[in-house]
T-cell receptor, first 115, second 114 residues
Framework: GAVVSQHPSRVICKSGTSVKIECRSLDFQATTMFWYRQFPKQSLMLMATSNEGSKATYEQGVEKDKFLINHASLTLSTLTVTSAHPEDSSFYIC???????????FGQGTRLTVV | AQTVTQSQPEMSVQEAETVTLSCTYDTSESDYYLFWYKQPPSRQMILVIRQEAYKQQNATENRFSVNFQKAAKSFSLKISDSQLGDAAMYFCAYSPSGNTPLVFGKGTRLSVIA
């Protein structure tokens, strides 16, 4: 199979602090990972594309200094929400592509609540 | 830019009946992939079915099948013998290749009535 594990599944943090979300491909090497944000009852909105060993490509309107993405290995990408504010509260989902497969494999998602 | 449109925000179906979810898309590419993903209350994205544009034959996965009309840029999902576990949000998605991000429609919330 192709398993993508995202951690943590839920996190609550205080305003002004930073929180890191990990996305791991457990049984394959993922050269490309994607980060999405999903508001309640809405579709997935692409935030950035993460390639191993290079800088992430951010979508228009996404603050790269607030949402730091690091893809240091072929199995791990991290999203750090810096100086979090209540408006950053959302559901964040990662996905990874695997060579030879057209579909994307998704992590379980992370529900971030900033209080 | 590629776009995906799901015109049915909500649908409902009686258990054991059949329901069809609609999806249209816009692209200038000739080769691409189309997907239906299911998102249950757990919010885990689950692949339901996949269609390669170069294949004329409609994809089928057990109770799930698609009606792929390339010229009309239409990609509907048919769920036969609906089950309570089919209740979820369904997203139609497009990708020009396996290494690019998916373009999602806004989703259709499916309710299954016992």
């Amino acid at each position: 199979g192709a398993v993508v594990s995202q951690h943590p599944s839920r996190v609550i943090c205080k305003s002004g602090t930073s929180v890191k979300i990990e996305c791991r491909s457990l049984d394959f090497q993922a050269t490309t990972m994607f980060w999405y944000r999903q508001f309640p009852k809405q579709s997935l909105m692409l935030m950035a594309t993460s390639n191993e060993g290079s800088k992430a490509t951010y979508e228009q309107g996404v603050e790269k200094d607030k949402f730091l993405i690091n893809h240091a290995s072929l199995t791990l990408s991290t999203l750090t929400v810096t100086s979090a504010h209540p408006e950053d509260s959302s559901f964040y989902i990662c996905s990874a592509t695997r060579q030879g497969f057209a579909e994307a494999f998704f992590g379980q998602g992370t529900r971030l609540t900033v209080v | 830019a590629q776009t995906v449109t799901q015109s049915q925000p909500e649908m409902s179906v009686q258990e054991a009946e059949t329901v069809t979810l609609s999806c249209t898309y816009d692209t200038s590419e000739s080769d691409y992939y189309l997907f239906w993903y299911k998102q249950p209350p757990s919010r885990q994205m689950i692949l339901v079915i996949r269609q390669e544009a170069y294949k004329q034959q409609n994809a089928t996965e057990n109770r799930f099948s698609v009606n792929f009309q390339k010229a009309a840029k239409s990609f509907s999902l048919k769920i036969s013998d609906s089950q309570l576990g089919d209740a979820a949000m369904y997203f139609c998605a497009y990708s020009p290749s396996g290494n690019t991000p998916l373009v999602f429609g806004k989703g259709t919330r499916l309710s299954v009535i016992a």
